[in-house]
């Protein structure tokens, strides 16, 4: 059965500081991976995602993620934080179908506070 | 990208009553469209999967005569809480996903309070 654990409950970083979430997976196969991030009281926003190929990928708001096969990693960074990214942090695997990416089942969340 | 609405945006209703809440993809037809409930402070879990004009498969522990979920047409899914409890107070958030594409878009989710 597939996993996904996020082993930071909290984090505190100050605004101008790096970030790093880490997010280690368990699946069988090569896995669909996802980051998330929810603001209280909203749905979810997709930051970025890892199918194959180049296993650094780029996504939205200068977020980046390294997909580590030998580590069952998929860990996000961000070189300099801003005020507005204090949220909630959701990793995520996918079990796609023919026409989905399927289930989807998220890690615990990482709560994200920013310090000025 | 595709956008998913739901509504209401959030619901109080009392204990023994049922509370239908709707989730539609606005500009883009769901062939697939999934339920999630998340506790506060906690991740989603999957409740169900509902694919067009067909009965929604349910995650083990999801008492399906509880919740109700239809998924009538391809740009609305519904699901029903029967016999509201204070344990069912959540926020439900619910997603889908289309023809022309694999991603799974959320919508803004459904806080339920029951009194």
């Known amino acids: 059965a597939q996993s996904v654990t996020q082993p930071d409950i909290h984090i505190t970083v100050s605004e101008g500081a790096s970030l790093e979430l880490r997010c280690n997976y368990s699946y069988g196969a090569t896995p669909y991976l996802f980051w998330y991030v929810q603001s209280p009281g909203q749905g979810l926003q997709l930051l970025l995602k890892y199918f194959s190929g180049d296993t650094l990928v780029q996504g939205i708001k200068g977020f980046e993620a390294e997909f580590k096969r030998s580590q069952s990693s998929f860990n996000l960074r961000k070189p300099s934080v801003h005020w507005s990214d204090a949220a909630e942090y959701f990793c995520?695997?996918?079990?796609?179908?023919?026409?989905?990416?399927?289930?989807?089942?998220f890690g615990a969340g990482t709560q994200v506070v920013v310090t000025p | 990208g595709a956008v998913v609405s739901q509504h209401p945006s959030w619901v109080i209703c009392k204990s023994g009553t049922s509370v239908k809440i709707e989730c539609r993809s606005l500009?883009?037809?769901?062939?697939?469209m999934f339920w999630y409930r998340q506790f506060p402070k906690q991740s989603l879990m999957l409740m169900a999967t509902?694919?067009?004009?067909?009965?929604?498969?349910?995650e083990q522990g999801v008492e399906k005569d509880k919740f109700l979920i239809n998924h009538a047409s391809l740009t609305l899914s519904t699901l029903t809480v029967t016999s509201a409890h204070p344990e069912d107070s959540s926020f439900y958030i619910c997603s889908a996903s289309g023809t022309s594409s694999y991603e799974q878009y959320f919508g803004p989710g459904t806080r339920l309070t029951v009194t």
């Open positions: 995520a695997v996918g079990t796609p179908t023919t026409d989905s990416w399927g289930k989807l089942q």
């Open positions: 509902s694919n067009e004009g067909s009965k929604a498969t349910y």
């Open positions: 500009d883009f037809q769901a062939t697939t």
